[in-house]
């Protein structure tokens, strides 16, 4: 079975500051992965995916991910994070046809 | 705004009591799931329908239920509450049983 960890619960940053939140995956066989964001009170938003070709994905809002086969990680950098980057976020692998989501971490940033 | 909608977005009701959850997916998507969200649990994926049958079932409890109807909305039917079934409670859906899928807002569900 495919799964994903999210190696921190919980990210303190400042403004303008880069950041990375951490996301490993286990997995046998061919690797999608998504990284999906939850603004306070709203439901989750898809923020970029993996399905294949280059292994750099960019998404919304300046966020990017880079697809690491021999490290299995799928992490998720913004070079310079704003106050409204504040939320949720989860790492997400398909399996049998329905996304299984990490644990989340929570981003918060700080003026 | 992501295409699907819940209904409704709060929900208050006392434990014992039944409650249904209503989802409308994005135009033209087969596939709809539900997941529950609470603080302890993390997201949890319950079940999903593809084209009204249901196609995966993962933690949902034998007092939930769910179905997608012929026009592709789905409801998710909680019975027997209990104070531990107080969570957030997203309906998703996709075009087919495939691998991006796309949140509502959810329905706050809080027994009392």
């Known amino acids: 079975a495919q799964s994903v960890t999210q190696l921190d619960s919980q990210v303190p940053v400042f403004e303008e500051a880069p950041v990375e939140l951490r996301c490993n995956y286990s997995?046998?066989?061919?690797?999608?992965l998504f990284w999906y964001v939850q603004y306070p009170n709203q439901g989750l938003q898809l923020l970029l995916k993996?399905?294949?070709?280059?292994?750099l994905v960019k998404g919304i809002n300046g966020f990017e991910a880079e697809f690491n086969k021999s490290q299995t990680s799928f992490h998720l950098r913004k070079p310079s994070v704003h106050i409204s980057d504040t939320a949720e976020y989860f790492c997400?692998?398909?399996?049998?046809?329905?996304?299984?989501f990490g644990q989340g971490t929570e981003l918060s940033v700080k003026p | 705004d992501s295409g699907v909608t819940q209904t409704p977005k709060h929900l208050i009701t006392a434990t014992g009591q039944r409650v249904t959850l209503r989802c409308s997916p994005r135009?033209?998507?087969?596939?709809v799931y539900w997941y529950q969200q609470s603080l302890d649990q993390g997201l949890q994926f319950l079940i999903q329908?593809?084209?009204?049958?249901?196609?995966a079932k993962g933690n949902i409890l034998e007092r939930f239920s769910a179905q997608q109807f012929p026009d592709l909305h789905s409801e998710l039917n909680l019975s027997s509450l209990e104070l531990g079934d107080s969570a957030l409670y997203f309906c998703?859906?996709?075009?087919?049983?495939?691998?991006?899928?796309?949140f509502g807002e959810g329905s706050w569900l809080t027994v009392v």
């Open positions: 997400a692998v398909p399996q049998g046809g329905k996304l299984i």
């Open positions: 997995s046998s066989v061919s690797v999608y």
């Open positions: 329908y593809y084209n009204g049958e249901e196609r």
């Open positions: 135009s033209g998507d087969l596939s």
């Open positions: 998703a859906s996709s075009p087919n049983s495939g691998n991006t899928i796309y």
């Open positions: 993996y399905l294949s070709g280059s292994t």
